[in-house]
C-alpha cells in the first residue's frame, strides 16, 4: 500500500509538472512581443523580421512588433536582448553577421556560445553584387578590371564594421584580387541610401535588399552567388558566369531568445513561425525577393550557428581582419 501510495504522488508530482512546463506555452504571449532588430530599418534583417511579425499577428491575435536598436555591427541590440528577462516577450532578429562577431571583436557584452538560444531560421538568401544605375560599370567583368588596375579609387559601403556586408565584399576582395575601400553605415539599408547617392561605387548586399532598387531601375546588378540565376533578376549572371568561381556567399536569418527562456515557448515560436513562412502570399514574397523560406529546429539552428561562426572565423582570419 506504501509503495501504491508513493507512486501516486509520483505520478501526482510529475502531472503537476509536466502541467508547469506546458503552461508556459499555452499562455503565451500573453503581452506584447517585440522582435529587436540591431540595425537601422531597411535592410533585409528588418524586412524579414517586418513581414514574421505580420503574420504572426495575425496567426496569433497577439501583438508582435519590430524594434530597431542600431549600432556597432548588430552588438547593441543584440546586447540589449541578451540581457532582457527570459519571459518570451523579446527576441533578436540575428543575422549572418552574429555569426561573424566573435572573430570581429576581441570581447562582446554578452556571452556569445550561451547567453542567447536559437529558435528558428527566416530566410536564406544569395547575395547581390550591384552599383549605381548612373555606374560606368555596365558588367562585373568591368567593374573587375578596373579595380585591379586602379586600386583604391572604387569604394564599397556596407552595414558596419564587421557585417555580413562588409565581410561579404572583404571575401570579393581577396576571391577577385581586388583594392577597394571600405565605407561603413548603419545598415545595408543607410548603405543602399549611400549607392544611391553615388556615395559609394559598389555594394554587397542579400538579395531581397537589391532587388526592390534594381525593379526601380534606381541600381544595376552584375552578379549574383548561386548555381543558377536568380528568378528575380533575370538576366543577372552568377559570380561563376562573372568569372569568380570560388565566390560563394550567401546570407541567413533567424530569431533566438535570451537564455532561460522556457523550451515551450522557444518550440512555439518555432512552429509558429514554419507556418507563417508556410503560407502562400508569404512565400510568394519570400520568393519574388530572391529569398528561400526559414523554419529550422532550434535544435539544428543552434548547430548551424556553430558551424557558421567557425566558417567566418576562418574567412575572418583569411582575409586579414582583425579583431577590435
Request: hydrophobic share 40%; glycine share 10%; net charge positive.
Amino acid at each position: 500500500m506504501k509503495t501504491l501510495t508513493s507512486l501516486t504522488r509520483l505520478a501526482s508530482t510529475l502531472c503537476i509538472a509536466s502541467a508547469a512546463l506546458s503552461g508556459h506555452a499555452q499562455t503565451w504571449p500573453d503581452k506584447p512581443v517585440r522582435l529587436v532588430v540591431p540595425y537601422a530599418p531597411g535592410g533585409t534583417t528588418d524586412f524579414s523580421a517586418r513581414l514574421v511579425a505580420d503574420r504572426l499577428n495575425h496567426l496569433t491575435g497577439k501583438s508582435f512588433f519590430v524594434e530597431n536598436k542600431a549600432g556597432a555591427s548588430g552588438t547593441i541590440g543584440t546586447s540589449v536582448v541578451a540581457k532582457s528577462a527570459p519571459d518570451g516577450a523579446t527576441f533578436l532578429v540575428n543575422d549572418t553577421t552574429y555569426a561573424m562577431l566573435p572573430s570581429l571583436f576581441a570581447k562582446l557584452p554578452w556571452d556569445h556560445a550561451n547567453d542567447l538560444v536559437p529558435v528558428t531560421t527566416l530566410a536564406v538568401t544569395p547575395v547581390v553584387l550591384v552599383v549605381a544605375a548612373n555606374s560606368p560599370f555596365k558588367t562585373a567583368q568591368e567593374l573587375f578590371e578596373y579595380a585591379r588596375k586602379n586600386p583604391g579609387k572604387l569604394n564599397f559601403g556596407s552595414g558596419g564594421n564587421g557585417s555580413s556586408t562588409h565581410l561579404s565584399a572583404e571575401v570579393l576582395k581577396k576571391e577577385g584580387k581586388l583594392f577597394v575601400t571600405h565605407i561603413p553605415y548603419k545598415g545595408a539599408g543607410d548603405a543602399m541610401v549611400g549607392l544611391l547617392s553615388n556615395q559609394v561605387d559598389l555594394l554587397i548586399t542579400a538579395a531581397p535588399t537589391a532587388v526592390p532598387q534594381v525593379k526601380g531601375g534606381k541600381v544595376r546588378a552584375l552578379a549574383v552567388t548561386g548555381d543558377k540565376a536568380l528568378p528575380s533578376l533575370p538576366g543577372v549572371p552568377t559570380f561563376k558566369d562573372a568569372g569568380l568561381p570560388g565566390y560563394k556567399v550567401t546570407n541567413w536569418f533567424g530569431l533566438a531568445a535570451p537564455k532561460g527562456t522556457p523550451k515551450d515557448i522557444i518550440d512555439k515560436m518555432q512552429t509558429t513561425v514554419a507556418k507563417a513562412l508556410a503560407e502562400p502570399a508569404v512565400l510568394e514574397r519570400l520568393n519574388a525577393m530572391g529569398a528561400q523560406p526559414g523554419g529550422m529546429k532550434s535544435t539544428d539552428f543552434a548547430n548551424f550557428i556553430h558551424s557558421e561562426t567557425k566558417l567566418w572565423g576562418d574567412i575572418s582570419k583569411a582575409s586579414g581582419v582583425q579583431p577590435n
